[in-house]
């Protein structure tokens, strides 16, 4: 990405802590994303990587520490009235309404809207079904009997509904086949080029790291490490523990 000197922080996670019950999860994390970033959040499975998504989007209510969205501290702010601001989560294991349609979980997304814009809402829709065709053919067709790829194209293009500034990815190519997940990914990217800032966790920490700006590494709730991807793909730490060299 080419951040220009205009470019501003969009969020800022400030000495971020999250207990369950005596368990402290993330300690004290601090890091910072600028406006148009994709971010990827990699580490080993429990190393509070997802926790910290659902803090930063108002799922959890952190111990101490704050999260800052353009400059408003979002500490008091419930989970709906963060989407309000455009920040949003699409959890793992997608998170589908499985009894409604691929059409109604499109509309859905759009909650947040002027009802009013119809003419808007029926566009964008129109443009995720041209992203992704599989759904244009599913339109109708209930969203718990799509297939696991599809159910995951459905709830990325359901997030895009709303419209989002900051976008929250937990696994997105988690289950997938190979070729899914290179959709994915590439649907990732092109979503970035539209201005949308991209804070993305997942496994498969090469294809995150190949797409994205930054890399943020967490271990046991810790950040160990943030830098350019490119740089941080090549460090042979992170090749052996996360890249399988």
Known sequence: M??????????EVKNLCINYGGIQAVRNVNFTILNGEKISLIGAN?????TTLKAIS??????SG???FKDKNLNNLLANKRSDL??????EGRGIFSRMTVHENLKVGAFNRNKKDRASIKSDIDAKLDQFPRLKERLNQLAGSLSGGEQQMLAISRALMTRPKLLLLDEPSMGLAPILVDQIFN?????????ITILVVEQN????????????????????QIGKSKIIIDDP?????YLGA
């Open 58 to 63: 108002g799922l959890i209510k952190p111990f």
């Open 237 to 241: 730490k992170i090749q052996e523990a």
């Open 187 to 195: 649907v990732i990217d092109s979503i970035s080029k539209q201005g």
């Open 66 to 68: 704050s999260v800052i």
């Open 86 to 91: 455009g920040i949003i989560l699409v959890p």
């Open 2 to 11: 080419n951040l220009d000197t205009n470019s501003k922080k969009i969020l």
């Open 205 to 224: 920490a090469k294809r995150a790291m190949e797409i994205s700006d930054r890399t943020i590494v967490m271990e046991s709730g810790n950040i160990t």
């Open 46 to 50: 429990g190393a509070g990587k997802s």
